[in-house]
């Protein structure tokens, strides 16, 4: 690891660690410049609760491909909880591609970024997120807790000043299966396209005979939100928001100061009793990337056709199906789309398959204390 660490590398699973899981003692963080590699190998990494199982924090240049990710048990009410993957302060062109995962802790692939103005691109694609509540949070928490600017009471009327969308994720061709809310949740400083992913809708039973708020991606404290081609699927009997500003997804008795954020809905196909919610399109149109935002409707069978067979690490052992051909109609080429600029890197670190893990600084242990 000390050899990745300073000039990053292709790291790959060695052939004893093929159906193996993982557990780390503390988080891993990756430098920049670095593939994680799972291959075909169905590795699973885990780590108690409280530990966020991945870390990017400061890199550029990052691809997380072909991974389980899952915690130890935990309770969804009141026990504090780590990410599986967690972005943080600065980071850019970082692909997350082909994983698994489920009941991730906080969020299964939260980006929360504390750098405003500056550029930062995340694609996640062709992943599988299964029984999990809160999936993604995409931004900055500048408008959380107590002490929030005064902008934050319109946080859309900053969007050239301190709220400039500036984060920039796409959300493209993922499976999620029986997950509660935040498919994603974009806020501050965050313009996320999401596109052709199928949600398939389940509330988490708390323990308390309660159960978690149920929708599919909103936008809230000036996030920008594009949802374009996605099918989401309600089996209850209660009308949910597929995609709509925050203030659409909750109780009307709900008293909270959080803003709303901008929506644009592009040919959604709804399943079950759910509506979709825009709020104030034009500005997403003005902030959206060069090219077309296109009204065109997914068919739900062809796309979760596609998606069962091409989503998750167990998809990199697969030829793609001809109802994957929904992926070259977006100008993705399946395991090629990567973000604009990012390099794969082509140095193999390999992970032996004796007693991996880490220590308190999170660098990466096996029995020679390093990769190998």
């Not at 530990?51 to 969804?76: A, C």
């Not at 004796?354 to 096996?366: H, I, K, S, V, Y």
Request: overall charge neutral.
């Amino acid at each position: 690891m000390d050899e990745a660490s300073r000039t990053g590398g292709w790291i790959v699973f060695d052939e004893g660690l093929t159906g193996r899981t993982i557990r780390l003692s503390a988080t891993l963080r990756l430098p920049s410049d670095t593939t994680l590699d799972g291959g075909c190998r169905g590795v699973t990494i885990t780590a108690a609760p409280r530990t966020t199982i991945l870390r990017l924090s400061g890199v550029e240049n990052v691809v997380v491909r072909g991974l389980s990710f899952v915690k130890e048990p935990y309770s969804d009410v009141g026990e504090p909880t780590g990410d599986a993957i967690g972005l943080a302060g600065r980071f850019d062109r970082i692909a997350i591609l082909n994983n698994d995962f489920s009941r991730c802790g906080d969020g299964c692939v939260d980006a929360i970024s504390d750098q405003p103005g500056e550029t930062m691109r995340v694609l996640v694609a062709l992943n599988r997120f299964s029984r999990h509540n809160k999936v993604m949070l995409i931004g900055s928490l500048v408008c959380s807790g107590d002490r929030r600017p005064a902008a934050c009471a319109a946080p859309l009327d900053y969007l050239d000043g301190a709220f400039r969308p500036s984060l920039r994720l796409t959300l493209l061709a993922n499976l999620f299966e029986e997950t509660s809310q935040r498919h994603p949740k974009a806020i501050s400083g965050a313009f996320v396209r999401s596109v052709a992913n199928l949600i398939l809708l389940r509330p988490t039973a708390y323990g308390n005979a309660t159960q978690s708020a149920l929708y599919g991606a909103a936008a809230a404290s000036g996030g920008l939100l594009l949802a374009e081609g996605d099918v989401v699927v309600n089996p209850t009997a209660t009308e949910r928001v597929a995609a709509g500003p925050v203030s659409a997804t909750r109780h009307r008795s709900t008293m909270d100061p959080e803003a709303d954020g901008a929506v644009l809905v592009a040919g959604l196909t709804l399943v079950g009793p759910l509506r979709a919610v825009e709020h104030r399109p034009g500005l997403v149109r003005q902030y959206a990337e060069p090219g077309p935002v296109g009204d065109w409707v997914v068919d739900p069978i062809t796309l979760g056709a596609c998606l069962r067979r091409a989503a998750g690490y167990t998809a990199l052992g697969n030829d793609l199906p001809v109802a994957c051909a929904i992926l070259r109609r977006l100008g993705a080429t399946g395991r090629e789309i990567v973000p604009s600029g990012l390099v794969p890197a082509n140095e193999v670190v390999q992970v032996a398959p004796a007693r991996l893990t880490t220590d308190p600084a999170g660098r990466a242990e096996g029995p020679t204390g390093r990769y190998r």
